[in-house]
Every structure is written in C-alpha cells, then in structure tokens.
C-alpha cells in the first residue's frame, strides 16, 4: 500500500437532508458555509442517486455495496442478514473502525452495525440491551414466520416513535454534538498502524422538526415547533391541510435543523485540520435520501421516488478526484466500492470477514477508477451492471427500490382512520415501486398506481408525467427498468397484500417482551 496515501475515511451521511437545501448545490440561504467551504476542495456530485428512499435499506446498500431486493433489508424484513459489510472487511484487515448515529435504523437489532468495532446509537429510548434482546428476537421470529403481523409492526413502530420522543419536549436536545464528541474520541484513540473507518450519521433533518434556538431564531424566526404539521402522516393521509405559510415555517424549522448539523460538522472538520489529519483523511459527505414539504402533495420521504427524494447530496474529497462539479451519473452503493479502492483492500483477498460473502471490490463501481461505470468489463456483474450493459442507447442508469411501505401504511390508516377518511385500494401508500433513472429521463413502475416517466432535462420538478410511447428517451429508460427488473426477479405489477386477517400474532410474544413494550408506551 501506498503510504502516501489517505489512510483514514470519515463517512458522513447528513439522514433526510435533500440537496436544494444546501449552499454546495445553489441554496440562496447561508445554511451550510462548513460544506460550501468544503466543496471549494471536494468533488460535488450533481446526479448521485440513492438506491431507496428511505434509511434502512440505503444505508444496507452504502455497506454492502448491493440493492435493497440483493441485501433484503427493508420494511418486510428489517434486519441485514448473511452479509459480510464494509466494516467487517475493513476491521479484518486492521483498520480501526466505528460507527456513531443517532438513527434508530442503525442499530445492533437490524444488523448495521456488523463490523464495526466501536458503534452508539445514542438511542436512550431503547437501550443496546433492548436492541440485541428479547424484543430483537420476536421481532426477526414473527417476519421469519410470517410477513410482519401484527406484533412486528407494533416493534418497527418503536423507531419513528422513539425518535419523536426524542426529538420533541423534553427530549429536544440535538445528540449530533454528542456524535461529534464521540467520532473525536475514536479517531483520538485510534492506535491502528493501517487507519481508521469512522461512519457517522446525524439526525437532525428527520421530522420532527424541534432545532437549537440560536439556528431556529435564525432560520424561522417567531416559529414556534410546536404550532406546525411535524406528522407527515397527517398531511398525507388528507387529515390535515397546510398552507403556503405554514409550509414557509416548516422549511425554516427543517434549514435550521441542516445548519446545526453544517456547525457540529465545521467542529470535526477543524478539529481533523488541527490534528494534522485532515490531509489523510477521505471525506465523504452524502444524505441517504430527501424530504418533500408538499412538493407532489406529499410530505416526508414515503410512497415515492421523486427527484427530492433520490438525487441526493454527494461531496467527495480525495487527491484522484478534482476539486470541481460532476454532472455524471452516480449510485450511491458506488461508495461501497470506492472506499474498498481508497483504502487498498479487496473483499476477495481477506480470509475472515464474517458469516457471509462479501462483494468483491469491482473498479467499475470505484469513484476513483479509470474503468468507472465502464460496466461491459465487470467481472460478475450486478443487476444494476447486466441492465446497462445490456442497453439498447448510450445513456447510463441508476436504480431505486421500494418495497411496500408497511411501517408509514399503518400510520397513514391510523390517522385516516382517526379522521374519518378511508383510503381507497389505489392510494400511493399502497404501491411498490422502482425506478431506472438517467440524466436526462426517469421511469418509475408501480404495481398500484399510474406508471410515471418524465424528462428530467425539460422537466426537472418531475411535474408532467410523459408517455414513453411519446418520448423516445423516457421509453429507453422503462427498457432499463425492465433489464434490471428482471436481473432481480421480476417486475412489480402485480398488487401485494398484508394478510390482515390473520391471528394477533402479539399472542405469540413471550411476557418480557409484552412488559419492555408496555414500558415504552406501545401496548396498554
């Protein structure tokens, strides 16, 4: 190895933060002069695509380097299992590595945190002894029985619901300073002569919405957290209108939010700078997915793959990679592979690296590699791989899962519900969906709803659809789709259903389970 090399990666991924909302990508408000600062060394990437909207089968895929229908990991079965991660092949070999979030996705219970040396949730709502016990245990029994019946759907609740009670009341406090603190202590600590791994998640931009004053004062003055829509749910589900106003006071809640996380951000970054690490260091700055604030009549980031959603933020700084703008078509799952180049190590040389196999480093995935998305010479390619190289045109294809949103489903039913609103077979929530997306064109499939192509070039707001039959790029682009749909099994277009007839599988919970879930306020 290259010694001269960088020999540490700091990997930051800013959770629900969408790009537009930020001074590298052209945001007239000043929320993130630490990430402008950065872009003026960094690489920013104008078209990276994450593979799924939301932060469990992202972030499965950012360590995997696979797509959610690969790894597995999403709403139906929420844990990544059998998969040997990024972490595990770089600890194998001596790296130092550790992983701090305070996401309730990135925990021991789903598997994210295999490999990594060190990892904090800083969840204090739900403990590590819960995450790894009795309550981990029904939940994986129950989906490996049957397709998350009722006692799995009550455990998946207990992360958005712990993150409310977090983020709202007397919970308010931000943990991005403590995530901050602990990354400093790893990277202080670290004796290892190879380098260190550090993966760092902050929550601040995931609803609801409750900033530090001094960046609420600043950004939504006079807004009180308290008065605005913070359930998505509610707007969603017709329960709840909001208009331009209230929409003003939310983004201003949601920028103050993205500028707290840009100031703790600034703290490590200067710290790095006056350890003499910051030379060293590959530094990647990405977000998991975006949000939407009533952008195509939804809020939050469910039941679709629109552009605010899925071309995320992606900041990379690295001696091969210039100090400019890349228009280029990037999969996020492209980090996976990149940081296996930064750092010398190939999966396929290490001798013990977990239970399962990991992907082997491919160049044509590498940021780095002269050979980048040059996918005719991958060597077993990926679903993702055979769909392009198989192209009928000269466009590159990203590629985005999701699977039926049953968590934000049954939130959206509750407050229908408590509304009086019932929510027809054809709802949006309802839906499946995947979506093959260039840079110029997006098709996105449905099983439930209308199928939806648009011309990103004419139309980057995604807001009128296009016929392929009518547009010979959108029409190359559901080609692309169907390649990769088959490559993964087969399209989504046959309706799924929820077995709501089934037996109350809580039955099937053991009394120290039913007591923890009575002890976080999820059963009476």
């Known amino acids: 190895m290259d010694r001269t090399r960088p020999s540490n990666v700091l990997f930051v991924v800013l959770d629900t933060v969408r790009k537009d909302h930020l001074g590298p990508y052209g945001y007239e408000r000043e929320t993130t002069p630490t990430l402008s600062d950065f872009a003026t060394e960094a690489t ?81 709502v739900l403990p590590r002894d819960v995450l790894s016990g009795p309550l981990a ?154 949000e939407l604030h009533g952008e195509h009549g939804l809020y939050g980031h469910e039941f679709a793959l629109y552009d605010e959603l899925v071309n995320v933020p992606l900041v990379v700084k690295h001696p091969d990679l210039e100090a400019d703008r890349r228009d280029d078509l990037v999969e996020l799952l492209d980090c996976y592979h990149t940081l296996l180049d930064v750092l010398d190590v190939d999966p396929d040389a290490v001798a013990e690296t977990g239970d399962g196999d990991a992907v082997a480093y491919d160049p044509t995935r590498s940021l780095l590699s002269s050979e980048y998305r040059a996918f005719d010479g991958a060597a077993d390619p990926d679903p993702g791989q055979r769909a392009v190289r198989e192209r009928d045109d000269d466009a590159d294809y990203a590629f985005v899962e999701y699977a039926q949103p049953v968590i934000e489903l049954h939130h959206l039913e509750e407050k229908a519900s408590e509304a009086g609103i019932e929510l027809g077979d054809d709802h949006r929530a309802y839906s499946r969906l995947r979506a093959a997306r260039s840079t110029d064109a997006k098709y996105v499939r449905a099983d439930r709803i209308s199928d939806e192509g648009f011309r990103l070039d004419d139309d980057p707001r995604e807001e009128t659809p296009v016929d392929p039959a009518d547009d010979e790029r959108v029409a190359a682009t559901e080609r692309a789709l169907a390649r990769f749909e088959n490559a993964v099994g087969g399209a989504w277009d046959v309706p799924t259903e929820t077995d709501a007839d089934e037996a109350d599988a809580l039955a099937e919970a053991d009394e120290e389970t039913r007591d923890r879930l009575r002890e976080l306020g999820y059963l009476e």
């Not at 305070?102 to 598997?111: D, F, K, L, M, R």
């Not at 397709?147 to 609740?157: C, K, M, P, Q």
Request: aromatic share 12%; hydrophobic share 35%; glycine share 6%.
């Open 44 to 124: 920013v990437f104008e078209s990276a695509v994450a593979p799924a909207p939301w932060t469990l089968p992202v972030h499965a895929s950012l360590f995997t380097g696979r797509y959610p229908s690969q790894h597995g990991a999403d709403q139906g079965s929420p844990y990544l299992e059998d998969a040997t991660t990024l972490a595990s092949v770089l600890s194998a070999v001596g790296y130092d590595t550790a992983c701090y979030s305070s996401n309730a996705w990135i925990t021991p219970y789903t598997g994210l945190t295999d490999g990594f040396d060190d990892h904090d949730s800083f969840f204090e």
């Open 137 to 290: 245990s029904a939940w994986q029994a129950v989906n490996d029985n049957a397709y998350l019946r009722d006692l799995a759907s009550t455990i998946v609740h207990i992360g958005a619901k712990a993150h409310a009670k977090l983020a709202s009341g007397d919970g308010a406090d931000s943990k991005t300073p403590s995530v901050i603190d602990r990354t400093k202590s790893f990277i202080d600590d670290s004796e290892s002569e190879r380098g260190w791994f550090a993966f760092v998640n902050l929550m601040d931009a995931h609803l609801p919405y409750y900033p530090p004053e001094e960046y609420r004062e600043e950004f939504a003055p006079g807004v009180d957290p308290d008065d605005v829509c913070q359930n998505s749910k509610e707007y969603n589900s017709g329960a709840r209108d909001i208009d331009d106003e209230e929409w003003a006071d939310i983004r201003g809640l949601y920028d103050a939010e993205i500028a707290h996380m840009d100031a703790e951000l600034g703290r490590l970054f200067d710290w790095l700078r006056e350890t003499g690490q910051w030379e060293e260091t590959t530094v990647v700055v990405a977000a998991d997915h975006g």
